[in-house]
């Protein structure tokens, strides 16, 4: 595609202009982003449930016209992600890193939280720590690029730690969902 910025921004502009279905589409989003807008001054709960009861007809119309297609997308989606725990690339296990230690700086910091909440988070996410620092190690040991996916999936040791860091990573992720949603029940319960 050899379009200047101009004419991919023309382009842009003109596509709800061409076909009838586009316009009726733009319409029924001009709608729900008025009502929306208007509830906001009025708080109506009549309103906010009927423009989700909207939206979710809306999206459903067209999930029952293309199902086949979105079939086929989450199919994919789920195996891009089953390929990304199972043979994550190196940016992927470095964001599951990061992730990680900002998990267990935010828990160092709050105070709020249940000692055994920290405990448990510590624990995971120092595990999770010891393991990419591990991982690391290895590479450097065995003078193997971080870059270069195939050496590390074939150097058994690599592997095994990459598997067990995302089983850990997953574990922690769960963790944390379910305390908070927890917490949030526990919460409104008191309430």
């Known amino acids: 595609m050899d379009l200047s910025i101009i004419e991919q921004l023309i382009t842009f502009i ?18 729900i982003l008025i009502f929306l807008i208007y509830n906001e001054k009025r708080q109506s709960k009549k309103v906010k449930y009927s423009l989700i009861s909207l939206i979710i007809f809306f999206f459903s119309l067209l999930v029952f016209y ?15 992600i089953m390929r990304c725990f199972y043979f994550p690339n190196i940016l992927f296990y470095i964001l599951t890193t990061i992730t990680s230690l900002i998990i267990l700086i935010y828990t160092i910091l709050k105070s709020n939280l249940t ?3 920290k405990i448990i988070t510590y624990s995971i996410t120092l595990i999770h720590l010891f393991l990419f620092t591990n ?4 590479a450097i040991t065995n003078n193997i690029s971080l870059t270069d996916t195939a050496n590390i999936y074939q150097h058994d040791n690599m592997f095994i730690i990459v598997l067990f860091s995302q089983i850990i990573f997953i574990i922690l992720i769960l963790y944390k969902l379910i305390y908070h949603f927890c917490h949030i029940r526990h919460s409104k319960l008191e309430k």
Do not use: C
Request: glycine share 0%.
């Open 115 to 117: 000692k055994l909440n």
């Open 135 to 138: 991982f690391i190690s290895l």
């Open 66 to 80: 293309f199902q086949e297609d979105i079939v086929t997308v989450l199919s994919e989606i789920i195996k891009t």
């Open 14 to 31: 003109a596509l709800p202009f061409q076909s009838f279905l586009t316009i009726e589409i733009l319409l029924i989003f001009l709608i």
